[in-house]
Nanobody
């Protein structure tokens, strides 16, 4: 059974940076597409960034591409989300997810239903 455990969330001020980590165990990490989603209060869980198993990376929006960086360390079975210039709209619970079934080298889904495993989430709160 694959387990994903996020860490690194917290309370920060607007303009600060934060790095989230997601450690995976129990599966073949290097063959999974991995992604970060976030869910703000009263809103649906939304795609933030993802990386295919071959290394293709996509971000939800151009603004995220300039502020967020997703990376993976296969040796540590860990995926990261480096976030900078945070603002109050980034306040949410951040989840990492693993797609263990698509298998396509360049495919990264933006849809929650296509991910097989989820972490428990880590809260990020940005005060203005």
């Amino acid at each position: 059974q694959v387990q994903l455990v996020e860490s690194g969330g917290g309370l920060v001020q607007a303009g600060d940076s934060l790095r989230l980590s997601c450690a995976a165990s129990g599966g073949i990490f290097s063959s999974y597409a991995l992604a970060w989603f976030r869910q703000a209060p009263g809103k649906e869980r939304a795609f933030v960034a993802g990386t295919s198993w071959s290394g293709r990376i996509i971000y939800d929006t151009d603004s995220m591409k300039g502020r967020f960086t997703i990376s993976r360390d296969s040796a540590k079975n860990t995926v990261y989300l480096q976030m900078s210039s945070l603002n109050s709209e980034d306040t949410a619970v951040y989840y990492c997810a693993a797609d263990a079934t698509s298998g396509r080298p360049y495919y990264v889904s933006r849809t929650t239903s296509e991910y097989d495993y989820w972490g428990q989430g880590t809260q990020v709160t940005v005060s203005s």
